[in-house]
């Protein structure tokens, strides 16, 4: 039943700045409401019918106003108030999380209001808008601009407000799929209609397995090899066999491999190979771990959350976030996380709303959305958000991905872990509800125009303060030996959790003790819940009690769901009844791995040259720094916490001001150690698409040269592979996988770099009108390197006039992809290839000369080359200028002036080196390519030169602008 | 004796580890209960000489930063804690803790003072940025008027606002409640963005009790207690990462040994 409820409203008052109202108003103009006047943020809830006026004035005046800046408006249950037809109230759809009331129910106590029984609070949003239109006009664009369709609905203020109400109580049963008498168009609808993603032969192979035991499966059984067999769980894709043929442009066969395991023998065969003793723990925990001291190490993962992110960005990006920080304290008995990192790829600012996809949202409101749920979550966990970057490309409009990492600290002690027999099932934190069910097997389809309104059950929304919890008792309880085993609840929810701690024992769970948000939850939906915010453990009966206390103190909800057993076998039962029974070793090893084809084709193309003459240096460099590849990421740090903990000792943005774009971030965890861990990334989906294999080598030169910029140990760098491709079921798609897989493996020995984690989500197309569109082949390489000494790292931004600047690698001819060639206008040309032979040496040497003190600043050349690392090295040096002579840089024959300043090369620095240092940085890099190409002035100014002859001089404030450094053309800015 | 800290936790709160880390680097001992267990023997605050309340987002900071522990605190631990005061203790808040002391009313603590909350930053959204508070005369009695303290501002809803603005902020300021203010790199008081990075009326970053012994501010000088921390790596512009240090010794430095009885 639904019921009626108390309307608490709070607005600023009259008078105070209300930009969430101004940018209301501007979303509401944008929809096409006419003549919008002002709007008037404010927050709402509803109260039990129960409570008297007296109480709700007292919640409302002492618990949800603010003292100063708010006006109460408080409506009595069933009133529809007449003046409330301009008001929009934007309400959560019902199921949706909403941890706002959930901490005004338990903070009614506080003022002295007992929450009536079966009471609940709700809270929203609401909009006070001054417009002429009409009430269906006004809910239009309010639905439109002000609401996401998946989780919310907008009504209007005059209408009376109804309390969602409880799904009704299910009466559970054993239901049992009958398969024996299907066909294959049976198994294939069957598996369609339940939102399986099983394919025919996997259907197949569950009917022989239950026909072998004369039974038909349950719906529950059914949907835990849904789960554990997804391509999101099991990666059936990269670990199983291919076909892979790579053609020539006139189709003759150039090389033909098969692999029986594409991830063991490519990205896993080269960490075989290095082996190197400081990894702890490579590709078979939740995280990877190498060492940072003989007593800690570091565990590190990156995963994307990008269906979710598409359909919900704040919501997705926010539990991604959620997720991968569960990923890293689920790893070995429990890691502390002290940084996070996020990428995001979208479409290109300024796309136009008729040039996107029906069902899409603009890019630029994806961003906004993924970038604030990012904010939100890993700031209320009080984990930096330290590193990251945004991709902008037409090829993601419809389908955008979300990286999010994270990075935690683990003593040595706690890494290995294992599940016994007899140990208790426990889940702690967040509740079960409906959120997310089916994400696993959702995630492995491709999205369609109906993503949008079919998938709502797939989007999550996250409770950061609850995880929180989690963390506090997590570590306190893994120091007192709480855990035999601990992991956490990602994709497919208990059924992957239990499933994977039980594979090599036994587990028996009562699916009916799981604590459950709301009512109303089938046993199966229990079991594969994706709801956010819980971890499962296994618990010596020992400690069980100790457990539950530290869970108590902190206020985190604990369950016991079963027991571990030694039986192989994983039982599943509701309130006593078995309704599952499934056999862990088919379970885990019985999904058919048919042999897959992989077509690449390896394109000759031209080596474009750059153009002659020159087109004007100073004007390219604005428009090379404007752009969204180049452009200042320093407003986005800024919402983010990046230095709590204290950890931060080399920042994202550096320099007195903090303005300077820095390439690698150094993390220093241990207050009492010297030790830390630089960290970056490395991304070329632009060069991907031109050639997959260059683009999977220059992500590794990328991710590595960015530590080593910083000061990280090249010998000690571990990186992680995140492969976001499109549907690589078709061997076009699975082509450019392969490749990019091989050259994973070249670049990890070249480098001596093991892989230790990584994740892929290989259904990244979108379908429309019935034509697929796959996104750019993305891979994203992130680089953790050891920092022997924190204080021997260095930033990006000039130090010392006087000092000499030196380009270190050599430029190639090689145009293609490069920034400056795009804004050129120039045709698709070959990328430049990083050289596997020298790389390694010339990282080598950068580190060397970082860790004696030669190097004093540093940056990679990258986007925008020599031209924009040196406007970069300027814009963060507050006070200080550089001359650069473009004649001197170190360069192939014959590479004309425009690619010496603006070519995009691998492996390539400039570093500022004190002149007392230059022979001691002459002695590191004897035979390697480097020269002098210029030194720091007094005066904050750019000048670029080719011998004599000036070609740019443009001060510091102009370059910041045009990079679009906040706050950059005030007056006093670069004082 | 070393000064004794007692530092509170609870849902949400996450500054906690490096607060530690400095205060013990500045000598004290430190003690940590959660809110829970303080609420059951709040006479653990007898063994303190700082009760000390870390940055975070209690509660997510649902209903408005700090509100929610701000209730919790004034109706668990209000007789507790101000014995513990009357006793000649101490009380800190920093960020999250700042705004649990004023949204209880323990900040500025004065009766007659125009009401004050602390809300939404101008840009209405979270910002970290490194900022400096320069020390006011009523913080004399720990360190010299005009000492700049470089410290990361990291937080949504740190201004100050008050009902009358800038005239209710000069009342603070002669009631001799306003501890600190934003400034630039000269020590010059400035309320403009960046310096003053949430808009913050009077530049105000930290309130302290007419008594000197509650105070709460904003930034966060435990973040950084070295040159490496500082975004210019010492060059200058930041000071030489000893400032925050020294600022947390002269807090800690009434209950060094043998000063209080």
């Known amino acids: ?86 008001t929009l109230l934007v309400r959560r759809v019902a199921g949706v999380t909403d941890p706002e009331a959930h901490t005004t129910e338990r903070a009614l106590a506080l003022v002295d209001v007992a929450l009536p029984a079966g009471g609940r609070v709700e809270s929203y949003r609401v909009f006070r808008v001054d417009t002429p239109g009409s009430r269906e006009q006004l809910l239009e664009a309010g639905a439109r601009a002000l609401a996401n369709p998946v989780i919310e609905h907008v009504q209007l203020g005059d209408e009376p407000v109804r309390r969602h109400a409880e799904p009704p109580q299910r009466a559970a049963a054993r239901r049992e799929i009958g398969l024996a008498e299907l066909d294959d168009a049976g198994l294939a609808r069957l598996s369609s209609a339940m939102g399986l993603a099983l394919s025919v032969e996997e259907m197949r192979a569950i009917r022989s397995h239950f026909d072998a035991q004369g039974r038909a499966p349950t719906d529950v059984e059914l949907e835990s090899f849904a789960q554990t067999w997804s391509e999101h769980c099991k990666h059936k894709t990269l670990t199983g066999p291919v076909h892979y043929r790579l053609l020539d442009d006139s189709g003759a066969l150039l090389e033909e491999r098969h692999y029986g395991n594409l991830l063991k023998e490519t990205v896993f065969a080269a960490t075989m190979k290095l082996s190197p003793e ?55 008995l429990g890691a502390r996380p002290f940084a996070n990192l996020d990428v995001f790829c979208v479409g290109p600012q300024g796309t136009e709303a008729g040039e996107l996809p029906p069902g899409t949202m603009h890019p630029d409101r994806v961003l906004e959305g993924v970038i604030a749920g990012v904010r939100d979550y890993g700031n209320r966990m009080g984990i ?70 079919a998938d709502a059950a797939a989007v999550q929304i996250g409770d950061p303060i609850t995880e929180k919890t989690v963390l506090d008792v997590l ?55 994706e709801a956010q915010e819980r971890m499962v453990a296994a618990v010596p009966t020992a400690k069980l009690d100790e457990l539950q206390s530290l869970c108590t103190l902190h206020e985190v909800e604990l369950t016991v769901l079963g027991r571990f057993t030694d039986s192989g076998r994983l039982v599943l039962r509701w ?16 999904v058919p791995q048919p042999e897959r084809a992989a077509i690449a084709v390896r394109r000759l193309r031209p080596v474009t040259a750059w153009p002659e003459p020159a087109p004007d240096a100073a004007q390219l460099l604005l428009r090379v720094l404007a752009h969204p590849q180049v452009a200042s990421k320093e407003s986005i740090v800024r919402t983010y916490d990046h230095e709590v903990q204290g950890a931060t000792v080399l920042k994202p943005y550096q320099g007195a001001e903090g303005r300077g774009a820095g390439d690698g971030v150094v993390m220093k965890p241990l207050f009492h150690r010297p030790e830390g861990v630089a960290l970056a990334v490395g991304i070329a989906p632009r060069i991907s698409e031109l050639d997959a294999e260059i683009g999977a080598l220059c992500a590794v030169d990328e991710a590595i040269r960015n530590t080593v910029a910083a000061g990280g140990n090249p010998h000690r760098t571990a990186i992680l592979d995140n492969f976001c491709w499109g549907d690589c079921r078709k061997p076009d798609r699975f082509g450019t996988l392969v490749q990019a897989a091989q050259a994973c493996h070249d670049a990890a020995i070249a480098y001596g770099a093991p892989f ?97 003190g030669s190097i004093v600043a540093c940056h990679d050349l990258s986007e925008g080359g020599l031209a924009a690392a040196v406007a970069e090295m300027v814009i963060g040096a507050s006070g200080l200028g550089a001359r650069v002579d473009a004649s001197r840089a170190v360069c192939d024959d014959g590479v004309p002036l425009t690619g010496r300043l603006f070519a995009e090369g691998p492996t390539r620095f400039l570093a500022e080196v004190p002149m007392a240092r230059l022979e001691d940085f002459a002695l590191s890099f004897r035979t390697l390519a480097w020269a002098t190409v210029g030194e720091v002035l007094a005066e904050p100014i750019l000048e670029l030169r080719e011998d004599e002859h000036v070609l740019a001089r443009i001060d510091a404030e102009t370059l910041a602008i045009a990079n679009g450094v906040p706050g950059s053309g005030s007056p006093e800015a670069g004082a | 004796m070393k000064p004794r800290v007692l530092q509170l936790f609870a849902s949400g709160i996450n500054c906690d580890r490096e607060l530690r880390w400095a205060f013990e680097q500045a000598g004290a001992r430190v003690e940590e209960l959660h809110m829970r267990e303080l609420t059951t023997r709040p006479q653990a605050l007898r063994d303190c000489d700082v009760f000390a309340i870390p940055g975070g987002f209690t509660y997510g900071d649902d209903l408005g930063a700090g509100k929610v522990l701000a209730l919790e605190v004034a109706k668990y631990l209000g007789d507790a804690l101000r014995e513990h005061h009357a006793r000649g203790g101490a009380i800190l808040g920093i960020c999250n803790g ?20 602390l809300t939404w930053n101008g840009s209405r959204h979270f910002e970290c940025r490194w900022s400096r508070m320069r020390v006011e005369e009523p913080l004399a009695r720990f360190m010299a008027i005009g000492t700049v303290i470089p410290a990361v501002s990291a937080h949504a809803e740190g201004r100050i606002v008050l009902r009358h603005g800038e005239a209710d902020a000069e009342r603070l300021i002669r009631a001799g409640v306003v501890a600190l203010r934003y400034c630039d790199g000269k020590g010059r008081v400035r309320a403009d963005f960046p310096h003053c990075p949430s808009g913050s009326a009077g530049a105000i970053a930290g309130l302290i009790s007419p008594d000197g012994r509650v105070l709460g501010f904003m930034p966060h000088p435990e973040r950084s207690l070295s040159r490496l921390h500082l975004p210019d790596r010492g060059a200058g512009a930041w000071g030489d990462g000893s400032e925050t240090l020294s600022f947390f010794r002269a807090l800690l430095a009434p209950y060094a040994s043998g000063v209080r009885a």
């Open chain 1, 1 to 86: 039943m639904s019921a009626s409820a108390w309307r608490v409203e709070l607005e600023l008052e009259a008078g105070r700045a209300d930009p969430v109202g101004d940018g209301a108003r501007r979303a509401l103009a944008a929809r096409g409401l006419s003549a919008v006047g002002e709007v008037r943020s404010g927050r709402g809830y509803l109260l039990p019918e129960a409570l008297d006026r007296a109480a709700v004035d007292r919640i409302a005046a002492r618990l949800l106003a603010d003292v100063v800046t708010e006006t109460i408006r408080i409506v009595a249950p069933g009133d529809a108030p007449a003046d409330g037809a301009k």
């Open chain 1, 278 to 332: 400081w990894c702890w723990s490579v590709f078979k925990d939740n995280a990877g771990v190498v060492a940072l001291t003989d007593e800690i190490g570091i565990a590190i993962k990156v995963e994307t959350h990008n269906h979710p992110s598409a359909l919900d960005p704040y919501g997705g990006a926010g539990t991604g976030v959620g997720g991968v920080i569960r990923d890293v304290l689920g790893t070995g």
């Open chain 1, 384 to 453: 930096p958000t330290v590193a990251g970057t945004v991709i902008r490309h037409p090829g993601y409009v419809a389908n955008p991905l979300v990286y999010c990492g994270c990075v935690g600290e683990i003593p040595r002690s706690a890494v290995e872990k294992a599940a016994r027999p007899g140990d208790t099932i426990v889940a702690f934190g967040g509740r079960t509800g409906r959120d997310g069910i089916h994400g696993a097997t959702f995630s492995s389809e491709a999205l369609h125009e109906e993503s949008e309104t």
């Open chain 1, 475 to 529: 570590l306190i309880a893994r120091d007192r030996g709480c855990f035999h085993g601990l992991t956490d609840c990602g994709a497919g929810g208990f059924s992957s959790a239990v499933g994977e701690m039980a594979e090599h024992c036994g587990a028996e769970v009562d699916l009916d003790r799981a604590p459950l948000k709301y009512t109303g939850l089938a046993p199966w939906e229990v079991w594969i819940s």
């Open chain 1, 575 to 590: 309130h006593g009844e078995v309704l599952g029974d499934l056999d862990l070793a088919f379970l885990h090893s019985g």
């Open chain 1, 756 to 852: 230790v984690s990584g994740k892929d989500s290989l259904n990244n197309e979108y379908r429309v009108g019935g034509v697929e569109r796959p996104i750019p082949p993305t891979l994203l390489i992130t680089a953790l390197a050891h920092v022997g000494d924190c204080a021997r790292t260095v930033g990006t931004p000039l130090r010392g006039v006087g000092n000499l600047l030196i380009q270190i690698g050599r430029t190639s001819a090689d145009s293609g992809g490069a920034v400056a060639s795009d804004l050129l206008g120039l045709p698709d040309s070959a990328p430049a290839r990083p050289d596997l032979a020298t790389a390694p040496a010339l990282f080598a040497a950068v580190h060397h000369a970082i860790g004696e």
């Open chain 2, 98 to 117: 700042f705004q649990v002391l004023v949204k209880s009313g323990m900040l500025p603590g004065v009766d007659g003072l125009p009401p004050l909350s």
